[in-house]
């Protein structure tokens, strides 16, 4: 193991030694490794689908009138990698804190389910799901299987394939998006310029002013207002673990992959 490595391990033990309550805070980087590329990398959705058109969902919907092979092209992007996406050995590793008498509470970022899907318990969803929908004025929401993104997901490759009417695409999506006497119903994902979900913004802050170590994974933190939750925890002194590729400001960094480091990290952990 490289020194560099093994030096921020034993930093990251003496943390937990003194840790109860542990908030992992979670960025599209965690889940890159079970095939769901992040948006920012290049290669990610922004370069072919531009944030400006694809990041909001006014210029989105415009695209069902305007052109609905194109938002299908981007849905099959965005749907593909998700519904066949399995949690990896990061995520696994994550919900395996629970097992080492932590009290741990996720905030991530992502919509793919996958830190539930791993076993993580408590688990907040800042920026929504792509597996619940609900109405855009009312709290009513429900949630998605697997299954029904799976045949959007095929539905839409047939659109773009056919290159259908708008209203084939409206029949195709129906179990997404929509509208019925109570109005219009969404993924609840939120996209640049909407409000967090107000309920998981006060939780995330609620546990990382309670949390005695925080664990930044696979995020740029560019996004705000998520990305200056870890305020919270450095201004009553939680020590911050940081793992990525890139640096960040924190107690300790561990460089690497979330597959590589995170099971390296839970090993670190004082046996309970
Ligand atoms: P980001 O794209 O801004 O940053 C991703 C970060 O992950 C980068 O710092 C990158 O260096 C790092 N990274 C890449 N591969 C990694 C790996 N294997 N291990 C560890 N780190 C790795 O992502 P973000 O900060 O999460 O913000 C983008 C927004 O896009 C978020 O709001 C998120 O909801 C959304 N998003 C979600 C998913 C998902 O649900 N899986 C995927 C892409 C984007």
Redesign the pocket.
Known sequence: MASELKDGLARCSEIFQRARRIVVFS???????SG??????PG??WTAFPPDQFANWASILRLVSTDPVLLANFLVALLRP?VSARPNA?HLAIAAIEGKEKAVTVVT????G?HQSAGSTTVIEL?GSLFEVGYVRSHETWPVSSDALKRVLQSMEQFCRDRGSAAAFMEAVSPLYGKTQKGIYLPRVVLFGDFLPERAWEDASYALKKCDCMII???????QP?GSLSELATSHGAPIIG????PIQCDAWLRG???EILPRLVEAMPPV
């Open positions: 960025g599209a980087g965690v889940s890159a490794e769901i590329p992040t948006f920012r990398d990610g959705l998700i990061a970022q992502n919509i793919d996958l920026h994974v696979g995020t740029s933190q560019v996004v998520a793992i990525g590729p890139e992959s979330a597959c």
